[in-house]
């Protein structure tokens, strides 16, 4: 059974500084990873997918992917208080299944 | 990305009833999935609906409470069977595209939030 684990936070940064958020992962045979945003009340929302060793970004957002050391992390440059939410990794399991975190919450404070 | 509606948003249901979700998207889509979220937890895949035939369920979750179905490659219904309180939960649809660049990336719907009393 796969599993993903995430510090569920808070994750306190103030506004305009990087927030750091980090995934690690059972699987060493993964490969496709994926961070959603979901606000409260809302559904997630993708914000990256990750397939490869390294960074990806786009935009405020740089996905990172450790295949030796199985953790995936997303890096939030210059936050803003609108990007205050829950961050949901997930692993692909298969067939498109998806395994995720429990997620962690970042606050970003004015 | 799709457009993908779910119906009802919410609904209170009493205990030991049934109730129907919808998931309509705009555009055909490949796979089509069932997500539950349970209040203060992630996301656990309910099963994968299948177009024209029967759902595969995974671990924990059966056809009998969770019945699905999927006519065609835009609609599909998700019902929660003989209702008991642990039911009350987020329900949500997600969908992919397999032919597309991006094959694997799923979207979800905006979720079915049940309580049951």
């Known amino acids: 059974q796969k599993e993903v684990e995430q510090n569920s936070g808070p994750l306190s940064v103030p506004e305009g500084a990087i927030a750091s958020l980090n995934c690690t992962y059972s699987?060493?045979?993964?490969?496709?990873f994926f961070w959603y945003r979901q606000y409260s009340g809302k559904s997630p929302e993708l914000i990256m997918s990750i397939y490869s060793n390294g960074d990806k970004e786009d935009g405020r957002f740089t996905a990172q992917l450790n295949k030796a050391s199985q953790y995936v992390s997303l890096l939030i440059r210059d936050s803003q208080p609108s990007d205050s939410a829950t961050y949901l990794c997930a692993d692909e399991t298969g067939f498109q299944k998806l395994v995720f975190g429990t997620g962690t919450r970042l606050l970003v404070s004015p | 990305s799709a457009v993908i509606s779910q119906k009802p948003s919410r609904d209170i249901c009493q205990r030991g009833t049934s109730l129907t979700i919808q998931c309509q998207v705009d555009s055909q889509v490949t796979m089509m999935f069932w997500y539950r979220q349970q209040p203060g937890q992630s996301l656990t895949l309910i099963a994968t609906?299948?177009?024209?035939?029967?759902?595969?369920?995974e671990s924990g979750f059966v056809i009998d409470k969770f019945p699905i179905s999927r006519p065609n490659l835009t609609f599909s219904t998700l019902t929660v069977s003989n209702m008991s309180p642990e039911d009350s939960s987020i329900y949500l649809c997600s969908v992919a595209y397999r032919d597309s660049p991006r094959w694997n990336e799923q979207f979800f719907g905006p979720g079915t939030r049940l309580t049951v009393l």
């Open positions: 609906a299948n177009q024209g035939s029967e759902a595969t369920y």
């Open positions: 699987d060493r045979g993964s490969q496709s």
